[in-house]
């Protein structure tokens, strides 16, 4: 290490990383590994350092991962930004949480939600298109830049999570409460909602178009520049929830 700046993994750490109770599993390389001595891993090293500088930096292509008919079944992601970005295509999630784990450009298309809790996990280009979301409370996870599409929700709980430039198109709700969660420039379209409290949640700049409101009720919740057009709804109230300019 004093010599060199770099130490070669001992046969434990190597039973860690590629063992069978590793995340990253991998028999026939931890295989591979420990048929070499130091020296002959000192000159693979080196041999594929020189590799590397050989290739040209052009025909290198980084591709993003996909998650296509994938389904993710009993999983904990938890610091894993990795797992929950990146595009997610007919690939359900079930009985799934996630937490501390952010999603970038995450979009999900066709790739239904059931038990699927997200926890301080922010949420940033991340559309969800077609995607039917259940049973999934979304708590201290901030949305930016993630339009909802044509994606029915029902019981999922937005708790103390605001919402940016997020707008929801056709897509309704169903006993969704929505507790200190603000909406800004995130207007409501074609996307009524039933059975469902927003308390504390104020609208800056996010109106409500053609979305009607059933059985629901709004407390604390003030609107500024939001105008609901064509979205009165039935037995519909609101309790200290003035609005200006809307």
Not at 25 to 51: A, V
Not at 142 to 166: D, E, G, K
Request: charged share 10%; glycine share 2%.
């Amino acid at each position: 290490m004093n010599t060199t700046g770099f130490s070669m993994l001992t046969t434990k750490q190597l039973i860690a990383v590629y063992g069978p109770e590793s995340p990253f599993s991998d028999p026939e390389q931890l295989k591979f590994f420990l048929s070499l001595n130091e020296s002959q891993l000192h000159q693979r090293l080196i041999d594929d350092i020189r590799h590397l500088s050989k290739v040209d930096s052009k025909t290198i292509k980084i591709r993003q991962k996909r998650q296509v008919l994938s389904p993710t079944v009993l999983r904990a992601l938890i610091f894993d930004p990795a797992a929950a970005s990146g595009p997610s295509i007919l690939s359900p999630v079930l009985l799934t949480i996630s937490v501390f784990s952010p999603s970038i450009f995450g979009v999900a298309v066709l790739s239904p939600w059931l038990f699927f809790p997200f926890i301080l996990s922010p949420t940033l280009m991340s559309p969800l298109i077609l995607n039917p979301v259940a049973l999934s409370p979304v708590i201290l996870s901030p949305v930016a830049l993630s339009p909802v599409i044509l994606s029915p929700a029902c019981m999922v709980p937005f708790i103390l999570s605001p919402f940016l430039l997020s707008p929801a198109i056709l897509s309704p709700l169903v006993l969704s409460p929505a507790i200190l969660s603000p909406l800004v420039l995130t207007p409501i379209i074609y996307s009524p909602d039933a059975v469902d409290a927003i308390i504390a949640t104020p609208y800056l700049l996010s109106p409500i178009l053609w979305s009607p409101s059933y059985l629901s009720t709004q407390i604390f919740s003030p609107k500024a520049f939001s105008p609901a057009i064509n979205s009165s709804g039935i037995a519909s109230s609101e309790f200290f929830s003035p609005t200006i300019f809307s």
